[in-house]
């Protein structure tokens, strides 16, 4: 009973002491469920939805106006249906999932519309560059001849940006944030047959996150 007693004291002051939210520094760790798409621009290819999820640190400076650096593990994709015209004019279909493992690295500006000791409203943008650490590709095809996983990986580059905006909360040492990301350029550079010139592969996704404040300074 006085261990119990002497972890809950413990806690207590570990947890008071890390609890404002209006600190000038604060480090954490954050985790996240996402939701990823594959947008393009080609009206013969429906792009469905892939669960995925984030894990990574954070860094916090400033108050009112503060910037968050951020170094996450990421998967993310998308499922992409392509409408295919065969030799005889019969309509085709082919399925590719994409899964993308990345180290992402966004630097966010963000402004509290209230702050307190304990509580913070938030809103946040920013650029992110994304590293692929894997990626693959799982493909079902109707075609004759279709093309094979060593061709298509070879069409999905290493790095790519991004962009991200969201609000936060902050109550305690806890923070919850809702974000959207876009693509600022192509990750995917395979190209089928469609009315543009130049067509477009650019992951959006929809972010859910739970993070926690280790420490803070000032």
Do not use: C
């Amino acid at each position: 009973m006085i261990k119990v007693k002497i972890l809950i004291a413990l806690f207590v002051l570990f947890t008071g002491g890390m609890a404002k939210s209006q600190s000038l520094l604060n480090v954490g760790i954050r985790g996240a469920y996402t939701t990823s798409t594959i947008e393009t621009n080609i009206p013969t290819i429906v792009s469905k939805t892939m669960q995925g999820h984030q894990l990574g640190v954070f860094v916090r400076l400033g108050k009112k106006w503060h910037i968050q650096p951020e170094v996450l593990i990421a998967a993310k994709g998308g499922k992409l249906e392509i409408q295919l015209a065969g030799e005889d004019g019969k309509q085709l279909t082919a399925i590719q999932n994409i899964h993308l493992r990345t180290l992402e690295v966004p630097l966010l500006l963000g402004y509290s519309l209230i702050h307190s000791e304990h509580f913070n409203l938030r809103l946040q943008a920013g650029p992110s560059y994304n590293s692929i650490i894997h990626k693959d590709i799982y493909i079902s095809s109707q075609e004759v001849k279709p093309p094979t996983q060593e061709e298509l990986l070879q069409q999905i580059d290493n790095e790519y940006y991004n962009f991200k905006v969201g609000a936060g909360v902050d109550i305690s040492f806890f923070t919850l944030d809702v974000r959207y990301e876009f693509g600022i350029d192509n990750f995917y550079n395979t190209h089928f047959k469609s009315a543009y010139e130049v067509n477009s592969y650019q992951n959006s996704v929809f972010i859910m996150s739970l993070g926690i404040k280790l420490f803070s300074i000032l």
